[in-house]
């Protein structure tokens, strides 16, 4: 028995004299060890405070419990690392630091956010928050309501699609071409009234893609019709305020226009599709008022069109009683 415990004696004093200084298990068995925090210290070492110090951030490499090699330190000194210190920060929504110094409005928003994070408002039970217009309740396109065509309809949908080659205007909700200016305008005179039965003219004048011009492919205003193809443009200044009405003709007076030709009006200077007040292809009635100048523009709907003729008949309702010079 004697001999046993002579032989116990080493190990013993060799286990304590392992346990000096290492950090004991915390009493809560369940603290993970990660929990445990380790203060390393200065790579010139601990400072000499002349009392023993020594605590389990001050223990070497290799003295820390349970780790081989080298243990990886902080760049700061005396930076304490946890478990909890090696979570990588919640990346915030909103990067772009530079879009909130302003913060956008909340004024026309009752519910959602304002688009920096904040909230504007929340919306009564049962009833849902559209978070592009930020209102509650369902919304309701305003295509019809602002004669928008295309584009944004107020509520995150479209109004439709232009049709190519035109593009939609986001700002007007239209859809929009080439509107001008007008190519080579010509000029008729129809200043003075004729006869009743022999009503002004604009006759033998014909289409093709290499006389005419292609400066206007759209007509806004009343009449929004698309017409790629080349037209031909007359000027006239109304001499009275009143009503003019034209008719329409192929090369003769028996002869419709042709199905490819349209007679766009458009109002006052200058000569742009964007202020096309009539249209049509047999009779056209419009009103006028005096001194301001008009343009009859004759369009094509084919781009690849070829020695199509067209005659105007020019009618003045202040030319009615005008009759023939006696012989």
Known sequence: MRVFLLSLTPILFFVAACSDGVPSRPKDAFVPVDDIKFVFPDASGPKDTGADTRDLGQQSDSDVEGVDGDVTRPDTPDEEVTGTDLVFDEIDEETDDDKCKIPPSCDDRECGRDGCGNICGFCADGVDCNYSTGQCGACVPKCASLGRTCGDDGCGGSC????????CDETTGKCVGATGPCPTILRPDLAECQ????????????IERNYAGVNVEYYDGTCKVYAPGAERVFEYTAEETGEITITTYGETIVDPLPEVLQVFILSGKPCDGMNCIATGRDVITFPVTKGTVYYFAIDSFETNIDGQFFRLDISKSWCADVVPDPE
């Open 195 to 206: 006869p009743a039965d022999n009503p002004a003219r604009i006759t033998g004048k014909h």
């Open 160 to 167: 439709g699609d232009c049709a190519p080659p035109l593009n």
